[in-house]
């Protein structure tokens, strides 16, 4: 009896059940800090402070560091999951804000938005190994499962720029909406989803042969196009639905991934920025820069749920499940 006391009071000071559904790391451009949100009952359980105007934000391949890029710092910081305390700093290039890694986790790719450059950096010292010249404003990173390809976007060439990461080099430019952002790509591999912040919509480009083969326009009854501006995008795990974060819309987009058609808009906070699901796919988290806040959005019912107040200027989340 003693022994299962024991264990309960350990389960208890662990934070219990609620703990075990995971949780979600939120960067704050403003307070140089990740707000830790338990992921079970929906609150804030601490922070932890970090370098300067923390942005993207990615867990590393042991499961037990994550990195977080940091702009004004030109560092990425390395946090320990575990104790919550930073273990390191990489340099990551001038004012670095999204990247990606190699499958294999050796290598950083990083979009140099001052230089107009894919980094390619060694992801344990942050040396670089190679500087590929893209368009202006390079932002969105995603590498290819197998590793063979980066894509980067390009907010002013309104680009998405496919690079060769081994032979540093540009295999093809391909042509999107204005301001392309984010990326998702379908679970098969087949296509990529472009969100574009400027134009209200989502470039599919066929992986295969590297065109642009729809494009998905967003509209809200009683909105501007130009107040539809999607970034963040998400897909899931079966890829029949994709979720965008509609910006300055204050909703997310439900799509239907095969129709390519929007089957449900749902009410968030204020500039929705990034979107993020668990593992379960039952509920959403999105990122909300100017309310200072994340929503909490059941799927199935495909309504809001919880806003929770984070930091300031909240950027991007990682939920550690």
């Known amino acids: 009896m003693l022994h299962r006391t024991a264990l309960a009071a350990l389960a208890l000071l662990l934070g219990g059940p609620a703990l075990a559904q995971g949780v979600a790391w939120v960067s704050s451009e403003k307070d140089n800090a990740l707000t830790l949100i338990d992921m079970g009952k929906m609150s804030v359980i601490g922070t932890v402070p970090t370098c300067q105007r923390p942005r993207h934000i990615r867990l590393l391949p042991d499961g037990k560091r994550l990195l977080t890029a940091c702009g004004d710092s030109h560092q ?14 990489l340099p990551l290039g001038d004012d670095p804000e999204a990247f990606d890694l190699s499958p294999d986790g050796k290598q950083l790719y990083v979009s140099s938005e001052e230089e107009g450059e894919l980094l390619v950096l060694d992801a344990a010292t942050g040396r670089q190994i190679k500087a590929v010249k893209v368009g202006e404003e390079p932002e969105g990173v995603l590498a290819s499962p197998d590793g ?44 990529l989803w472009v969100t574009n912040e ?8 066929s992986t295969k042969d590297l065109t642009v083969i729809a494009t998905l326009k967003f509209e809200m009854k009683g909105a501007r196009a130009q107040d539809i ?9 079966d890829g029949k639905r994709a979720f965008v974060a509609l910006g300055q819309a204050n909703h997310v987009a439900f ?14 906070g204020k500039r ?36 929770i107040p984070v930091g300031r200027v909240p950027y991007g989340a990682l939920l550690v499940e």
């Open 76 to 89: 990425g910081d390395l946090i320990d999951i575990a104790s919550r305390k930073s273990v390191g700093r």
């Open 148 to 191: 063979k390809r980066v894509y980067v976007t390009s907010e002013v060439a309104s680009l998405v720029h496919v690079v060769d990461p081994a032979a540093g080099t540009v295999l093809k430019n391909v042509q999107v909406g204005k301001r392309p952002r984010r990326f998702a790509l379908t679970p098969d591999g087949a296509e």
């Open 198 to 205: 400027l134009g209200a919509s989502v470039s599919i480009l």
């Open 229 to 237: 501006t999607p970034v963040g995008i998400t897909m899931s795990r």
């Open 255 to 268: 799509v239907d991934v095969a129709a390519r058609k929007v089957t449900d808009l749902v009410l968030v």
């Open 272 to 307: 929705a920025w990034n979107v993020h699901l668990n593992k379960a796919g039952d509920r959403l988290w999105v990122v909300n820069g100017l309310s200072d806040d994340i929503t909490v959005v059941d799927v199935a019912a495909a309504k809001a749920i919880k806003s």
